[in-house]
Each structure stands twice: as structure tokens, then as C-alpha cells.
């Protein structure tokens, strides 16, 4: 069920918060049931059959966790926080993994070995590293100890549990015992708000979607492709995601407080980076912050030399793409991540020896630039089917074959005559058949012009606290009844007015890992 669809706007949502604002605050344990249950039913409505695996897997985390308190500062605590996290991530790589390394070996031995028939449990990556972190923590803090039903409406809780943020224990438990945690309008308000405008950034979204699978898929079918047909639709792509996973995570953190519950913050303007280390500060936080704390702390972080620091990384950042998906594409993604890291790590040490001031907002804007295009480039092997594609997408995004133009839509006289006298040499393409050119370049200076220079939802909201954290640079945006009326119906509207897009919503793309 899709946070989008009409089946969780029209039934679900409306019949989860209805029974929860029923039963008297005062029935604590009812009240913590029926979410429970309520987003046990939002996940086996995808699969019913995996609903046991993912009760299994909280009872069996719970009692490890248990075991770990009772055993603590002795070698059995540390055999059960061993066996747990083994355990957990043993369960990943057969659900996950297992295809992957069948068809790695096929590939080593020469011989098709065939594959299993094995379908992916949704949520299954952020369900597992919620609960790793929470066995480590137990075993790092003997104090921290929650009854069963806290513990299971922490890891089940269905605003988190398809595609996060991958919540800490501290963060979460504790609201269950707040004032907050009860009816009140201003929370319904606000999350009513940063859920509407998370499902308008969903149709953005699909809006660029349409210009990148144009062009992917086209590549996967060895059609002709143009400089500026890979560019288009490796940057709409770049939007698609972009605005994929804010919406999700707007979504998320709205529904939470629509039950009174506040979520960290899980994405920050990443687009605005000026390096690709403030990009990881704010794409995905609570992944990046997971594997900083779980990963790479644990490999020894900075703490032994450079040359160690520098494996770490790349150690963690492989991991972050193999995380995201089984297969070499995303692997080659985590690689090129881990490298811009380094390197930015390296120009940062540079800049402090030869004492240069970097501080004016020009170098700030060419960072921003240069960060902006470099993601870019390496999404084009989270996109890509396999590594063929992606190469022939890089390949005529970095013109190594000369600069082409289509000869659809974008007249080359316009363009041949500036990029002739910078060096470059033209080739002649028919390109694909990408319907308004000049139409797409608008949207995607428009979605540009969105992710530089407006603020996010979280500082639009600022004035609402709308996360657990404060947020940076705020506005004086106020809620009015007026303003929420006219947002909704008007936005509904125009929705059911472009094809019904929310009764035929697309996943999220963070719900495949």
C-alpha cells in the first residue's frame, strides 16, 4: 500500500487515525495495540505471507536484546550481540544477496548455476539496521531496556517502516510516553500539511520520470542517443529521486505527527551542497549518520592514520551501495561515492595547508555546481539496468565521441557555431524521440531553480517544530485555515483533473531496498 494511493488516503489513513483518537488516552497499552496492528496490516497488505518473518524477527531481536541486559559486561554479552547482528544480516544476504552471489560465481566458473526463486521482503534493509543499532546500543548501555509493546510499535511503526528514516530507540520510545502522543490539532495540522506537500512533490517526481525513463530505456535498446538526450535524462533522473525521497520522507514525518510522534530529519536540501561530504550530511541523514556511527566508527574511523581512513571510507561507501542494491551497478555507485569523499577529504587538507580562504559565496556556488554535476554523473549507475548501459549513457555525457545534438526539437545552428569555437567537435545523431525538448529543459531549469533557491518543507514548517531536531534556517510561514482549505481542494483537484494520478501512483524507489 502506497502512501500515495487511494486505497491508504481514503481508508487506511483516515480508519488508523479515527480508532487511535477514539480510545482514551488513558488506555496506553490499547492504544499502542491497535498501531500495532494497524501497520502490521499496512505491511502484509504488499505480501501477507512475510508477516510472520517480520514478527519473528522483532520477538527473536527483542530477546537477544534482553539477553544482552542480563548478561552484560561478560563474554556471553558480547556471543549474543555477535550471534544477533550475524543473525540479522544473515537473514539480508538470503533474502537480498543470495541471486547476486549465485550469479557472481556462475560467472567465475563458467557455468549457469541458475537462480533461486526468492522475492525480497519490502523493508527488510531498514527493519534489520534499525534493529542491529538497537542490539549494539543495548550492549554499549546495559540502562537502556523497553517493554516488548514499546519495542515492537518502535520497529513496526508504519510511517518508518517501509522506507524509514531508520530511527534510534532514544528517539522514538520515549514520545510514547509524552503528552503529545494524544489527540491534538496542531499536530494533526502540521502533519496534514508535510503530508500534502510531500504528495505534491510525488507527482513532481513522476513528472521527471517520464523524461529519464524515455531516455534509459531507449539506451537499453541500443537506440541512438545524443549528448544532450543522455544529459536530460540523467538529470531528470537526478530530479526524480531527489524529489522521490523528499516526498517520502515528508510523507513519513507527516503521518508520524499526525499521531503525535516527531521523526528526525531525514532530508536536507542535499542539492544545495557545496562538497559531496555536506551532500552525505543531507541525503538520507539517518542512513549516512547509521553508517558513520555502525560502520565506520566500528572500522576505526580517523583514528589510525590516513591511509586507514581512506579504506574505512571506501569500505563504508561500498557497503552504502551494496545496501541500496545487489548488483555491480550499485556497487560501482557506492565506489564512486567513497572516491569523492576521499578526494574531497583531500582538497580539504589542502586548502588548510596553503591557508586559502575560501569563504566567498562565488567558491561556495562553484562547489554547489561541481557537487551537483558529479552526483549526477554517478547516478547514472543507480539508474542504469547493468554496466553496458551506464557506460553508453557516460560515454555521450562526457561526448567521447564527439558532441552530438537531436535533431528533434533543439535546432543544432542554434547551438553548433558557440560549441565549435570551445573545442568541441559535432557529430551528427537523429537522437530519440523525446517529445517538447524545449519543454523538458524548462521543467528541469524550473526543478533546478526549486531545489537552489526555495526553502525545503521543514524550513517552510519551521515556525511548527515539525522535527526532532531544530531546523536551520527558518521562515515566518504560518498555517491558516484558509491557506489549508484552499491547499487541499485545490491540490486534490488538479490531481483528479491530470488523469487520476493518485489512484495509479509508482512506488517509491526507496521501497526496492
Known sequence: ???????????????ALLVFYLIPCSFEVIRKSWLILASLFFYGYWKLEYVPLLILSVAVNYSLAEGIIRCHQTRSARNLLIFGVSLNLLLLGYFKYTNFAVNFLSFIVEKDLGSFNIILPLAISFFTFTQISYLVDVYRDRHVHYRFLDYSLFV???????????????????????????????????????????????????????????????????????????????????????????????????????????????????????SVIVFWERWHRTLTRFLREY?????????????????????????????????????????LHGSFIVINHQWRLWVEKMKWNLTHWI?????????????????????????????????????????SLPQQGIKPEAFGGHLASLGFRLVST????????????????????????????????????????????????????????????GFLGYLILRNSYVSEPSPFIYFNF
Open 1 to 15: 500500500m502506497l502512501f500515495s494511493s487511494w486505497n491508504f488516503i481514503v481508508y487506511f489513513l483516515p480508519a
Open 156 to 274: 513496526v511503526l508504519f510511517p518508518h517502516l517501509i522506507a524509514g528514516p531508520i530511527v534510534r530507540h532514544w528517539e522514538i520510545i520515549p514520545q510514547f510516553a509524552s503528552r503529545a502522543f494524544r489527540v491534538d490539532r496542531d499536530n494533526f495540522g502540521v502533519g496534514a500539511a508535510l503530508f500534502l506537500l510531500g504528495l505534491f512533490k510525488k507527482y513532481i517526481a513522476d513528472s521527471a520520470a517520464v523524461y529519464a525513463d524515455d531516455v534509459y530505456n531507449g539506451a537499453a535498446h541500443a537506440a541512438a542517443l545524443s549528448t544532450v538526450d543522455a544529459w536530460i535524462g540523467t538529470v531528470a533522473f537526478a530530479f526524480q529521486i531527489y524529489f522521490d525521497f523528499s516526498s517520502y520522507s515528508d510523507m513519513a514525518i507527516g503521518l508520524a505527527r499526525m499521531f503525535g510522534i516527531k521523526f528526525p530529519h531525514n532530508f536536507d536540501s542535499p542539492y544545495r551542497a557545496s
Open 295 to 335: 560502520v565506520y566508527y566500528s572500522l576505526g574511523g580517523n583514528r589510525r592514520g590516513h591511509l586507514r581512513q581512506i579504506l574505512n571510507i571506501m569500505a563504508t561507501m561500498l557497503l552504502s551501495g551494496l545496501w541500496h542494491g545487489a548488483g555491480w551497478t550499485f556497487i560501482i555507485w557506492g565506489a
Open 363 to 403: 567558491y561556495r556556488a562553484a562547489g554547489v555546481v561541481l557537487t551537483f554535476t558529479v552526483v549526477s554523473l554517478a547516478w547514472t549507475f543507480f539508474r542504469a539496468p547493468n554496466i553496458g548501459v551506464a557506460g553508453e549513457m557516460l560515454s555521450k555525457m562526457l561526448a567521447l565521441d564527439g558532441f
Open 430 to 489: 537523429e537522437g530519440l524521440n523525446i517529445k517538447h525538448y524545449d519543454t523538458a529543459l524548462e521543467t528541469l531549469a524550473f526543478l533546478l531553480f526549486i531545489c537552489w533557491a526555495l526553502p525545503n518543507t521543514q524550513q517552510l514548517l519551521s515556525k511548527y517544530h515539525p522535527i526532532l531536531e531544530p531546523v536551520s534556517r527558518p521562515t515566518r510561514f504560518r498555517l491558516t485555515l484558509g491557506f489549508g482549505t484552499g491547499f487541499i481542494f
